[in-house]
């Protein structure tokens, strides 16, 4: 049995949940647990989490895991031999060493509060909204962590108190929980790992280490920043008063690089992964591309200490499953998300209707704060299958404005393209399971798409990175293995070039209508 070579554990903290799953071996999931986590909205624009609930997620998570593993006959206590971590990059949040409470809530990667920040930034500096681009490989903008630290710097009184008194810590969520797991305010570990410290602004990508400059320029003090590791090493153990005291913590990665992981995506292969938001990344291998087309510069992945660092070019969409949620919870179309296929389903095209999910703007490759929602070509035709069809298509539309950007940028180095002469874009997330919504990428790529099996692909890849960190699995089984390929599902192109041709076109008249809505009136 695979399970006798023992385990790997993998906590999975998205934005809207969090989830701990056990691999055997064979990489095949034994057990598993979800928590769903309460979203704040305190005002337009604004989306925070409470940072101890997330906590409390985790351990709810691993404890449940855990008694699921042991109910079906695995020895997990006796044969786990490492957990990895993975988690939603640029939340931000600032926290007490000496209390070990949180001095604000988590403000989320989509949180737009720091648009004033970033428009004085920009005429401020320089080089504008791309002042800090050459160390870092980031625009200014509200996504960022070092703007939402600003932010907090300049507005919350127990945050300026605490950093006078040299009491506050920063973090993105993984750092929170490793300092909380491994001991907290007794000794926890102040750390965080490449990726995500290469989404905060403050890491140069060539030195992997926070730039001096950048924090001067914004006036961030070095010493309430982490330590940085790489993606694949033992950072630490669990401390007692969690379900699995003395495992080894042994791999850490921001949620868009684990996917890259899980996937295997070596250099000249990409992903995109579909979850509340939408990430396409390719792997450019051991050199960072700059980017000309507005897309980012980022890592993929640092396998140990010594290991070569994998460098990324990412396109970032905010809103993908994030309107499908729209479309069920504020507009009631739809009671449940998977209701979405059929109801799209029931037409075969969107009758004329674009749909731009701009909530709180748009991302790469626009970058337009300004941006706001728009859904046009409205008629009395129109029905809510259309409305639901164009919301499918809008994820879409935007997958593939990103990978356009990308094959300007990376050019034909960047692109793999198999015996056929063809792209194939792996993809993975939640969404994935949606087949219409894979055969309407398709389309609108005019290439294949690929889905594995397992399309919760972030979870395994922070397994993975444990898991060689430990000597559980080599590099080899994980990039070298075609057995996950053959079972994969392949979705080819069936629409016409012409009617493709066309779409495009009126998306893109579409998106031009959401720039310099900011300010309607209430």
């Known amino acids: 049995m695979a399970g006798e070579k023992g385990f790997i554990g993998s906590i999975d903290q998205g934005t809207t949940s969090t989830r701990f799953i056990i691999y055997d071996h064979d990489a095949r999931a034994v057990a598993s647990h979800q928590v769903e986590f309460t979203q704040f909205y305190p005002e337009a624009g604004w989306v925070e989490h409470d940072p101890m609930e997330i906590l409390e997620s985790v351990k709810v998570c691993i404890a449940k895991a855990l008694d699921k593993a042991t109910a079906d006959g695995h020895n997990v206590d006796g044969g786990l031999k490492a957990i990895g971590l993975t988690d939603q ?14 001095l604000h809530k988590a403000i989320v990667w989509m949180d737009a509060r720091t648009s ?16 800090f681009v050459e160390s870092c490989g980031l625009p200014i903008s509200t996504y960022f962590s070092a703007m939402k630290l600003l932010w907090l ?14 009491d506050a810590i920063f973090g993105t969520i993984d750092t929170w929980l490793i300092w909380n797991m491994t001991g907290g305010v007794n000794g926890g570990l102040h750390v965080t790992d490449v990726t995500n410290a290469s989404r905060t602004m403050l890491m140069n990508l060539k030195t992997l280490s926070w730039d001096e400059d950048t924090l001067k320029t914004l006036g961030i003090p070095a010493e309430i920043l982490p330590k940085i590791v790489s993606n694949s090493e033992v950072i630490g153990e669990i401390c ?44 450019t291998g051991e050199v960072p591309i700059k980017s000309g087309h507005g897309l980012l510069t980022t890592l993929s992945y640092k396998l140990g200490p010594q290991a070569k660092t994998n460098y990324a070019l990412e396109g970032s969409i905010a809103i993908a499953g994030a309107a499908v949620q729209w479309l069920r919870d504020s507009l009631g179309i739809i009671k449940s998300a998977s209701e979405i296929e059929d109801l799209a389903a029931m037409v075969e095209t969107t009758g004329g209707v674009y749909f731009v999910p701009a909530f709180n703007g748009l991302f790469a490759p626009w970058w337009r704060e300004d941006a706001r ?11 809510k299958s259309h409305i639901a069809r164009a919301v499918l298509e809008s994820m879409c539309f935007q997958v593939k404005d990103v990978l356009d950007s990308m094959n300007k940028d990376a050019g034909e180095k960047g692109s793999l393209n198999n015996e056929k002469g063809e792209f194939l874009l792996r993809v993975d997330g939640g969404a994935t399971a949606n087949n219409l919504l894979m055969q309407i990428q398709a389309d609108l790529m005019g290439s294949p798409v690929v889905r594995p099996v397992d399309i919760e692909t972030t ?31 392949v979705f080819r192109p069936a629409m016409e070039e012409e009617t493709r041709k066309k779409k495009v076109e009126s998306w893109c008249k579409a998106v031009e209508r ?4 900011a300010d309607l009136s209430l």
Not at 120 to 129: A, I, M, N
Not at 373 to 383: K, M
């Open 89 to 102: 990059r640029e939340t931000t949040i600032i926290w007490s060493k000496s209390t070990g409470l949180p």
């Open 116 to 131: 004033s920040i970033c428009r004085r930034l920009e005429k401020e500096l320089s080089g504008g909204r791309s002042h």
């Open 153 to 166: 710097m300049e507005n919350v009184d127990a945050v300026k108190d605490a950093i006078k008194k040299g």
């Open 240 to 283: 007692k008063g969690w379900p699995i005291p003395g495992i080894k913590i042994a791999g850490c990665l921001g949620d868009q690089h684990a996917a890259m992981l899980g996937q295997a995506c070596k250099k000249g292969e990409a992903k995109s992964t579909y979850g509340t938001g939408a990430f396409i990344l390719l792997n």
């Open 373 to 383: 929602g728009v859904c046009i070509g409205i008629t009395r035709f129109t029905n």
């Open 459 to 489: 979870a395994l890849g922070a397994a993975y990175a444990a898991g060689l960190a430990v000597g559980f699995w080599k590099e080899e089984d994980i990039f070298e293995s075609g057995e996950k390929s053959k079972n994969s599902k």
């Open 514 to 517: 959401t720039f310099d809505l």
